[in-house]
């Protein structure tokens, strides 16, 4: 090379190694920040993103630069509005630059060089050319708008002409036609010559939205974003977005990074959910960052939920969101009457009465008449313990602190969190005893009891499926149940939280909440919030078509019948469930009206991960009150022990979120060297910070 300057490449550092800023490497001028480059790393050759270009290096430097190896000039070089949205998560969530850039990549093209890049554009355009030469099913149109949606629309085009492309809450009941305004606005995107992300929170739910958008734009390039596809399925969809190919880009919350270089619209369905927050790594919103990304370029964000989050109701109250309504279900179908069972004036059954006498009449009247039910409970498996009643023994998890829990399919005890599996034992393992049962009931033993106890009228038992993280394993196992629901070869649908949210259900007409009380006194603020939601999107999939509305009903059991919560959800009242506590969180200064972070460290005993974080603290006790940040104790994390690893974490808060961010940025790097100070049996295995946690 006969020129070279210095450029600041991107790389994936190693943690431990306190490196959070793109590396100096020497390399060609003309190469344009974006590039994907090949670069020496210690002993390793990796793979880089070109991050910025610098001066020439002075003659006799004292540091010697490496030089950067090949470039993937085939491959058009990422925007830079892209790199502005990586260098933001980086910078806010307090991750290494080169991390998040290369993790939110397709792994495969880390694999390829520049012929095999060319081969592989060369085939999206060859099928992008085919695609719109041969015949295809014709666009289905839009069915007629309700008023309340026209009035939307109206109000979206309004606010989008302005200079400033506008974030939107888009606040519509269940059933209220929020899909077709996400439809519609893609449509307006896609005249204007832009390309549009859809994001939804679970997996089980692309296919279906795909399908909907698929038949809406027949003949425009659709692709989806999610950790189900291939590598070579996930490198095509980021090609074809990254390329312009694609016009849709459908997916989950890492689908946010999709390359995109005429976006126009995000949409967020559900955007309450949890899902849209990553657990590990750079532990990124990717609601949040949708909404940064629409300023960065210039796209109208769409936030789409019955029940918003409380941090997006604030906003839109304080006006810095834009907050349109559809309060009535599409042909005015009336929302399911909520009916709470008591279980406290309910017969005591040995065991614990799963499914009360009236609830129980009800399904079966259901069925009679030849509609469909939904039973919902939040824990999968048989039973979440076993339980020797001679001795006391339960099925402990010799590696965390939780029960294994009893999958009787299989005859095993599982650990969901570190995955531990044995065969039941057919004895107690501490006394002998034979007689050991099922202490509880999930998903599974629901499952089992409702086809014992439900009828069909021919005196047949009824059809009842279960949907669950157990029972879709199977590569097309989730689409064939859901077909065969949709078709009215099931009765009772069984299932955890994969059931309550997105699903179009036409012929259900019951909806039943099981054990939902758990919630109610949670240690974690925002379990209420999430129980609402839950319990509110699991009753939308009641009576969802409007010839049914009138007799759909949600049943609830609950040994708090008066408690506020179940009040509201009787009302459907969401706004004054969101007014009730966004009052106890601005009296208990707590978020949105506080901004959170979580210190977690892992090791080896709790005595040593306790160790770090009060010398973490001791580290920031001058500073920390002059940010205007408080630090908490340590304390262990809701499950302290998972697979032999002890999990302590600290809580940081402060009512401004720049407070926060300026004393993290200059707090963390110190906790690399003192993490490398504790070596030794004790010393400190991993440590991680989550700013704006989710639960604490």
């Not at 369905?269 to 990304?293: C, T, V």
């Not at 758990?518 to 409007?546: C, K, Y």
Request: charged share 20%; glycine share 8%.
């Amino acid at each position: 090379m006969s020129e070279s300057t210095s450029l600041r490449v991107a790389v994936d550092t190693p943690a431990h190694t306190a490196i959070s800023e793109p590396l100096t490497y020497l390399g060609d001028p003309a190469l344009p920040a974006g590039t994907l480059v090949r670069v020496p790393l210690g002993r390793r050759e990796v793979t880089g993103i070109v991050w910025s270009a610098g001066d020439a290096p002075e003659p006799g430097a004292a540091v010697e630069l490496k030089q950067v190896l090949h470039a993937l000039t085939s491959l058009p070089p990422l925007p830079q509005r892209w790199l502005e949205l990586v260098a933001f998560t980086a910078a806010y969530y307090q991750r290494g630059t080169g991390e998040v850039a290369l993790s939110v990549l397709p792994p495969e093209l880390r694999k390829l060089d520049d012929a095999q890049v060319r081969q592989r554009i060369a085939r999206l355009h060859k099928a992008r050319a085919a695609a719109l030469a041969a015949p295809h099913a014709a666009a289905h149109t839009a069915p007629p708008l309700s008023e309340a949606q026209q009035r939307v629309l109206g109000e979206l085009a309004q606010a989008t002409s302005q200079a400033a492309a506008p974030t939107v809450l888009l606040h519509g009941i269940t059933g209220s036609g929020k899909t077709e305004i996400y439809l519609q606005a893609a449509a307006e995107a896609l005249a204007a010559g832009r390309q549009a992300l859809v994001l939804v929170p679970e997996i089980n739910l692309t296919p279906q939205l795909e399908a909907r958008f698929a038949e809406r734009f027949a003949g425009r390039h659709i692709v989806s974003m999610h950790s189900a596809l291939t590598p070579a399925q996930r490198l095509r969809s980021w090609l074809a977005a990254h390329l312009g190919l694609a016009d849709l880009v459908l997916g989950t919350r890492l689908a946010v990074f999709a390359s995109m270089p005429r976006l126009g619209l995000i949409v967020v369905d559900e955007e309450h959910d949890p899902s849209y927050k990553q657990q590990e790594g750079a532990r990124y919103s990717a609601r949040d960052l949708a909404i940064y990304r629409g300023k960065l370029e210039g796209a109208t964000v769409l936030l789409g939920s019955a029940t918003p989050s409380l941090e997006t109701w604030q906003r839109a109250q304080e006006g810095r969101y834009l907050r349109l309504s559809l309060p009535a279900r599409i042909g005015d179908g009336a929302l399911p009457r909520v009916r709470l069972v008591d279980m406290n004036q309910q017969p005591r059954v040995k065991g614990g009465a799963v499914i009360s006498p009236p609830l129980l009449d009800a399904l079966n009247q259901r069925i009679a008449c030849g509609d469909q039910s939904l039973v919902f409970l939040n824990r999968r498996g048989y039973a979440p313990v076993l339980h020797c009643g001679d001795c006391g023994w339960k099925s402990a998890c010799a590696h965390c602190s939780a029960w294994r829990v009893f999958h009787k399919l299989d005859r095993t005890l599982r650990c969901h969190h570190c995955g531990y599996t044995e065969r039941v034992p057919k004895a107690c393992p501490d006394c002998g005893n034979l007689d050991i049962a099922p202490m509880g009931r999930g998903t599974e033993r629901l499952e089992e009891q409702l086809a014992e106890l439900l009828k069909r009228p021919d005196g047949t038992p009824a059809r009842i499926a279960r949907i669950d993280a157990d029972s879709t394993r199977a590569k097309g196992a989730l689409e064939a149940q859901l077909g065969a629901v949709h078709a009215g070869d099931v009765d009772v649908l069984v299932g955890t939280q994969m059931i309550t949210k997105g699903h179009d259900f036409r012929r259900i007409t019951l909806v039943a909440a099981v054990n939902p009380d758990a919630s109610l006194f949670s240690s974690d603020f925002r379990a209420p919030e999430r129980l609402f939601a839950l319990l509110m999107q699991a009753g939308g999939r009641a009576g969802r078509d409007a010839a049914q509305a009138a007799r759909s009903e949600m049943w609830v059991q609950t040994w708090h019948p008066q408690h506020a919560l179940y009040a509201a959800l009787r009302g459907h009242d969401f706004d004054a469930f969101a007014a009730t506590q966004l009052e106890e969180r601005r009296m208990a200064g707590l978020p949105p009206f506080a901004h959170l972070a979580l210190l977690r460290a892992e090791a080896k005993t709790a005595e040593a991960a306790r160790g770090f974080l009060q010398a973490a603290s001791r580290l920031a006790e001058a500073d920390a009150g002059a940010a205007g940040v408080t630090l908490y104790q340590p304390v262990p994390t809701p499950i302290a022990r998972v697979a032999d690893v002890e999990r302590m974490q600290m809580l940081l808060e402060s009512p401004s979120r720049q407070s926060m961010q300026h004393f993290l940025a200059w707090w963390l790097p110190q906790l690399h060297h003192e993490r490398h100070a504790r070596t030794g049996d004790q010393r400190i295995l991993r440590w991680a910070v989550d700013v704006d946690p989710l639960a604490i």
